[in-house]
């Protein structure tokens, strides 16, 4: 997997790329990450990549140039490669969205800064605009950090066990159940006891349930797309 990233702050990358799962995947070669800083696309003395926005309104918008050339220049045009704007505007980022992100051998990120690009960057460039939640943050460069962790921890061989991806709460499509680890008891609070039974089918039921309390209390949106099984149903019947 390969992420093509341009940035006007590439040295936010590294700290975060560089360590943990991402940094074994990059030693692995299962993830490579080139950074492009679109300044180095600028054609004037100043190096100038925005400019006040036509018509008024104060603020600062990205120009065009520098972005297509950048972009063009290292990807090709044609390319068949994903280009992803990051955006308030773009679709949500969910873990269905992550997954089918990660059926791209390669993937173009735009971080935009100021009030955003110039529209005929979104028009003529980019094929894709993503959103990583309803909140406004100064730059696309943590979306863009949020795609390549969730992406890259769904490529076979990142995660030790190769189970782990899959088993995990969204990809389940239930709120994850509580964990438990030593000490069995710590300031008088202890864990369940039938995490220590030994008996692994009453450990799964048990997971099971706590995690379809959980998203019946606190998310029951997600309970309506899942197909629950007879006892599931029981079980959740029994709570309300
Ligand atoms: N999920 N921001 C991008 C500047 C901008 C605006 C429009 C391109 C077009 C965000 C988010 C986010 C703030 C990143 C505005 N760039 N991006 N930035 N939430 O809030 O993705």
New binding site residues.
Partial sequence: MQFEVFTLFPEIFPPYLNESILKRAQSANLLQVNLYNIRDWATDKHNTVDAEPYGGGGGMV?KPGPIFSAVEEVIGNPSNCPII??????RQ?TQEVVKELSQNQKIAL????????DERV?QHLVTD????????????E??ALAIIDAVTRLMPGVLGDPTAAEDDSHAMGLLEYPHFTRPPEFREWSIPEILRSGNHGKIARWRREQALKRTFERRPEMLEKLNLSKEDKKFLDSLS
């Fill in positions: 990205m704007l990051l955006t308030p505007q773009g980022l735009i971080c935009g800064r100021y009030e955003g690009v979104r605009e993503i959103s990583i939640g309803d909140f406004v943050l100064t730059g696309g943590l979306p």
